[in-house]
Nanobody, 120 residues
Framework: QVQLVESGGGSVQTGGSLTLSCAAT????????MGWYRRRQGKERELVAV???????DYGEPVKGRFTVFRDHERVTVTLQMNKLQEEDTAVYYC??????????????WGQGTAVTVSA
């Protein structure tokens, strides 16, 4: 089955940096959009950063200028470079991918989530 495997979460102090990585595994044809969402305590899931199928990058407003998202040349991994982390960035981060599994079948896939904790 198709899975998204996440890594890189942890605990840092404010102003620090972390890098999250996500790799798609399993049997699939194509990954279209791929990126990251997060869920902060007491809040709804929100967009962090995503790379669209054509290469366009979209960022959530709170992370603009601090986070950078990249995909590899094969487009099966996505990396989120997080700089100047703030306490407000504390959340569980989820990798997501819009995948074409078969010629007439596609769906949204989600990782298990990786926790990021930022403290003063």
């Amino acid at each position: 089955q198709v899975q998204l495997v996440e890594s890189g979460g942890g605990s840092v102090q404010t102003g620090g940096s972390l890098t999250l990585s996500c790799a798609a595994t399993g049997n699939f044809l194509t990954i279209n959009d791929m990126g990251w969402y997060r869920r902060r305590q007491g809040k709804e899931r929100e967009l962090v950063a995503v790379v669209r199928t054509g290469g366009r990058k979209d960022y959530g407003e709170p992370v603009k200028g601090r986070f950078t998202v990249f995909r590899d040349h094969e487009r099966v991994t996505v990396t989120l470079q997080m700089n100047k982390l703030q306490e407000e960035d504390t959340a569980v981060y989820y990798c997501t991918a819009d995948m074409i599994v078969q010629a007439t079948m596609k769906g949204d896939y989600w990782g298990q989530g990786t926790a990021v904790t930022v403290s003063a």
